[in-house]
């Protein structure tokens, strides 16, 4: 299912309230923002330039405060970005505002000081719902308080959203999937999976380089965030993010040491998906011949075809055909397919 999105003027804030820095974690590589408080001038002259590029076509915009500990910040420093990013909202050219933060930062003191601002959305770094893991990672946090903070943002109607990452220190495919069904028991409005990557100036670096931690491969992690996007789509969770932003950074290699980074990250999980469709559809069918036709939703034809046609080779070695079809169909959800051969 399509839901519509809202158009992001993302302001990133690299470590801002953070209480220390957790393994995996260097904001700065992240997001490519090197940390420097924003004046008033720079941060609306930073929305104003982010309201250029809205199209026409979409209705919802938020100011979205992303890469740190928002509720970690100074109250003053908490007030200042609210009440900046309402002048927006005042003038009619932003909907609402969002940000990212602890779970350990939510209580009822910290929602009285945000109640009269117009935020809509939060997004809670929950990260595993393991204890062990979130020990090891150094998050200082445990699984029972994104528990406490997510049915407290339920009762003050905030639209909730979950971050979780793969292949921590100490996590492991039946650890990943026990947290994926933890956060559909808190049924969340929408999540993020993120894959670990070994970040040049976070501690991690310093294990990965003495061999005290081995990332998951590429591969691995794709099918482990499959499975967990196929659990949360069942849920009727939307998963609007995997796997980290494309960044010039990332891309550079400067800061990115090793771990299952992949600028279509996303992509490859989609296309998992629709060869794992198609396989299940041929082994099922009976006629036998050396052609198949599969038709798809437009909007998923690359990802049948899957990154430079990966999926077309496989399925034609693996079910032994000369030739595949793939049939552009707006008739066909967008998740499906239908085979004829
Ligand atoms: S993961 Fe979040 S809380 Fe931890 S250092 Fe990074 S931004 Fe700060």
Redesign the pocket.
Known sequence: MTRSRPFIIPVFL?????????V????TS?TGVHRKRLSKAQLRALIDRFLKYKGPRRKQVQIAYF???FL?LHREDIRFLLEEATQFVRQGRVDSIRF?T?PDTIDEEQLDLIRNFPIATVEL?V?SMDDQILAM?R??HDCAATIRAVHLLRDRNYQIGLQIMIGLPGDDPSRSLQTGRRIVDLQPDFVRIYPTVVLANSLLAQWYRKGDYIPLALATCVSLVKNLYLMFQKADIQVIRMGLQASEDLEGGSTLLAGPYHPAFGHLVHSEIFFDLAVLALKSTNVLGDQAVISVHPGSVSKMRGLKNENIRKIKQQFHLKSIVIIADSAIAEDNLILSR
């Open positions: 690299p470590h801002a309230g953070c209480p220390h820095q957790c995996f974690c260097d904001q992240i890469g740190g500990n970690g990212s602890r770094g990260q990672a998050r200082g």
